[in-house]
């Protein structure tokens, strides 16, 4: 048993999907499982559909035929005749998409407004994989990933219920994967009430890990636009070059530091149960790629991680007194209260700094419980974070920032060095 992902830029349209199945047909699929995500750009269209139901803005029903109408345009390209099997499971999609738009529903808690329309994504772009390749006569059998991922009800970053999901996919997987190549959705999982749960932003490469561990796969690939993990981004890196293989723990830093390649919580799984990760280019799918393994094969060069759109928050005592432990516990516990993660922080007498995303609806909330605990808080935004990964390694060391760029906080932390920066005009 294999495990294939495939991200959205790899089916963002008709020739995409045809290359997923050119892929497939020729690397024998009998036993592999395949999870998809989103199609191109959706999970963002789907988003601009949640803006406007929570907002009522009165333009949601125009979002959701963005939604549509990209989706309509594909399956014209792919299937010659709409009487196929299998298409009116895609209008059914739709129209239970559009339904739960519409429907009366609590307005106040964002969270699970956004998880129950984000994944119609991944359903809708798997039934149409599903559809072309059986219209192609590669037979497949399509599963819904929330019959089998069962996670708590911590919307937009659920926690994986590990028993119970090893239960089900044991009991109720294993048999059609030995039989089948099975489409399913990344992303997705199924909280305590039986609703919709994500398990973060890119969260697909985790799904593709909770399958492969569980169903002990012998390897898991990730196909991606890009020849493997790169030390840095090439879009904003100029000589970025190819790491053809990183061990497990490398490959953890990186994607704790922002490396997007791999999803934070995938190489967990995959290094407790040995399974190899295969990180290869869906444009190039005879070229090797990235392996993450046991080999013990350190990192050669440095690697520059760059995530924008960050807020840094400082925190203080209204009297100026010292930030103690007692003062860190509430800190902390708030963080964890609100579901916010630091990617940077830093203590000093009188300040305790914490770097973490700019996302809507996300940090509001934590100022205002850090204020009500007795705490001043400033937010500073329009910030990025520039991490440099085993800065030892052969890389331009000299790091360039732009002119009118200044250094608000810097980290060393031995094998990795910390910049945050104002965003560049």
Known sequence: MRIFK???????DAAGVKNVASILTKDDSNDVLVVISAMGKTTNALESVIHHRYHNTGEVQTALQVVFDYHNGILAELLESSNLFGVSDIKNLYLELENFVDSPSAQDDYDFLYDQIIGYGELIATKIVSTYLLSQGIENQWIDARNFIITDSRHRDARVQWKETEKVIKSLLVPIAKKNLVITQGFIGRGNGGE??????????????????????????????????????PKKFDNAVLIPTLTYNDAIELAYYGAS????????????????????????????GTKVSDENSRIQVACK?????????EISTKDFTFIAEDHLKQIFQALSENKVRCNLMQNSAIVFRCVIDNKENKHNPLVMALEQLGLEVSVHNDLELLSIYHPEGEFDSAIHFASNQKIVLQQNMGNSIHYLLTTAI
Request: proline share 6%; no cysteine; aromatic share 8%.
């Open 6 to 12: 495939f991200g959205g830029a790899s089916i963002k």
């Open 196 to 233: 919709t749960t994500t398990l973060g932003r890119e969260g697909s490469d985790y799904s593709a890990a909770i399958f492969g561990s569980v169903l002990g796969a012998e390897s898991i690939t990730i196909w991606k636009d890009v020849a493997g993990v790169m030390n840095a981004d």
């Open 261 to 288: 390649v791999i999803h934070p919580k995938t190489i967990q799984p995959l290094k407790a149960n040995h399974i190899p990760l295969f990180v290869r280019s869906f444009l190039n799918p005879t070229a090797p």
């Open 305 to 313: 991680i760059h995530k924008d759109n960050q807020l840094l928050l």
